[in-house]
């Protein structure tokens, strides 16, 4: 929120009246992009611990688990399972807010950059296995999607990577970012699975193949 931070209280009031309005909400990325990616103007009020403890972290987990007790509760991120460093940093984060008392419940990994050329699908299967070994969660796949122009090239890379994460037990769930060429998001302008005439690229073809 802009303005002036927020306090702790109006920050549990935020996540309590999120959870009154929707007591039936099955999934909940409680902390998404933690930093360096973006950082909260409350983190202070939640007890600061940036590069350290975490300690906004494990405050924002409590407070999720005390007013949403029902939901799967999710530390999400991008970059996760594409990159070592940013992998690393992540196993850090989940590491010390479990230490700390954190009730985590899943791992959330956007994908987004799954499509890069340097990162293969066969890096990629070895950093979610890290992940999970690592910390003993799950994985939800959040944010996926494959922004390639080239029919071909989308397909042969939907074709890698849904059916390990369909197979892989410890996986759980997969959300496609957007399924609308053009309308998807900016960074990805290339990752609709539906044209503008309302066709099917081939990769859609082929998910809609698998049911």
Not at 53 to 74: G, M, Q, V, Y
Not at 107 to 135: N, Y
Request: hydrophobic fraction near 35%; proline fraction near 7%; include cysteine.
């Amino acid at each position: 929120p802009g303005g002036p931070a927020p306090t702790a209280e109006q920050v549990e009031t935020w996540i309590q009246t999120f959870c009154e309005r929707y007591p039936n909400t099955k999934l909940i990325d409680v902390v998404n992009e933690p930093p360096p990616h973006t950082e909260p103007n409350y983190v202070a009020a939640l007890g600061g611990g940036t590069n350290g403890d975490w300690a906004w972290i494990t405050k924002s987990f409590e407070l999720a688990r005390k007013h949403c007790p029902n939901a799967i509760l999710i530390l999400n991120d991008y970059n996760n399972i594409e990159w070592d460093n940013d992998n690393a940093h992540f196993i850090d984060i989940v590491k010390t807010i479990v230490a700390n008392g954190a009730e985590i419940d899943a791992i959330g990994a956007q994908a987004h950059d799954l499509d890069h050329a340097s990162v293969s699908t066969e890096k990629m299967k070895t950093l979610i296995a890290k992940l999970h070994s690592e910390t003993g969660l799950p994985i939800y796949i959040t944010e996926y999607d494959i922004s390639s122009a080239d029919d071909n090239t989308q397909l042969s890379l939907y074709q890698q990577h849904i059916p390990f994460f369909l197979e892989t037990e410890y996986i759980k769930g997969i959300t496609i970012w957007g399924w609308f060429y053009g309308q998807t998001w900016d960074m990805a302008p290339d990752s609709g699975l539906i044209r503008q005439d309302g066709s099917p690229r081939p990769a859609m073809t082929w998910l809609t193949s698998r049911t």
